[in-house]
Antibody, heavy 118, light 108 residues
Framework: QVQLQESGPGLVKPSETLSLTCAVS?????????WGWIRQPPGKGLEWIGSIYHSGSTYYNPSLKSRVTISVDTSKNQFSLKLSSVTAADTAVYYCASLSYSSGFDYWGQGTLVTVSS | DIQMTQSPSSVSASVGDRVTITCRASQGISSWLAWYQQKPGKAPKLLIYAASSLQSGVPSRFSGSGSGTDFTLTISSLQPEDFATYYCQQANSFPLLTFGGGTKVEIK
């Protein structure tokens, strides 16, 4: 059973960089699969942020592309999200998930709330 | 970019009702569509992939259909645990993905 767990600061100041990590257990990232980040502002819908393949190839939502960096650390079996120049509009629950080409986001972390405020 | 539009945005229904939710893509996506269920405070759960394939462990009262631009999620007999928000997600441009805006299924 694949398990994912997000971690990182719950409060980020405006204009700073949001950094989150997703630790994966029950599966070796280097074995394959895609991995993704999704966010959900309070009371709103889901927004795909970006995805990364185990090889390191990255794919980003065009609306966030200029501010997003996703990376993978196979030695620690985890992948990370950095979102720069944050504003209050980036306040959301951030989820990490495993992404299958054939089926979609099949395993999810529990999510972590990140608030952007001074 | 492929846009996904769900309708209705909310629906009120009773236990035992048949509920149908629609998702429309801005361009053809073949059968590259998934459906998710999300309960308050929880992560989404994959229900259906490839438009009509039931994810392992999902009750058979859930079904999906459609191809091209128009898709439906049907709950044949609504159960108390089915009150939630449902999202569609296209994967035609995998791994560039888009979610629909969501449909909230509420108790009538």
């Amino acid at each position: 059973q694949v398990q994912l767990q997000e971690s990182g600061p719950g409060l980020v100041k405006p204009s700073e960089t949001l950094s989150l990590t997703c630790a994966v257990s029950g599966y070796s990232i280097s074995s394959g699969y895609y991995w993704g980040w999704i966010r959900q502002p309070p009371g709103k819908g889901l927004e795909w942020i970006g995805s990364i393949y185990h090889s390191g190839s990255t794919y980003y939502n065009p609306s966030l592309k200029s501010r997003v960096t996703i990376s993978v650390d196979t030695s620690k079996n985890q992948f990370s999200l950095k979102l720069s120049s944050v504003t209050a509009a980036d306040t959301a629950v951030y989820y990490c998930a495993s992404l299958s080409y054939s089926s979609g986001f099949d395993y999810w972390g529990q999510g972590t709330l990140v608030t952007v405020s001074s | 970019d492929i846009q996904m539009t769900q309708s209705p945005s909310s629906v009120s229904a009773s236990v035992g009702d048949r509920v149908t939710i629609t998702c429309r893509a801005s361009q053809g996506i073949s059968s590259w569509l998934a459906w998710y269920q999300q309960k308050p405070g929880k992560a989404p759960k994959l229900l259906i992939y490839a438009a009509s394939s039931l994810q392992s462990g999902v009750p058979s009262r859930f079904s999906g259909s459609g191809s091209g631009t128009d898709f439906t999620l049907t709950i044949s007999s609504l159960q108390p645990e089915d009150f939630a928000t449902y999202y569609c997600q296209q994967a035609n441009s995998f791994p560039l993905l888009t979610f629909g805006g969501g449909t909230k299924v509420e108790i009538k």
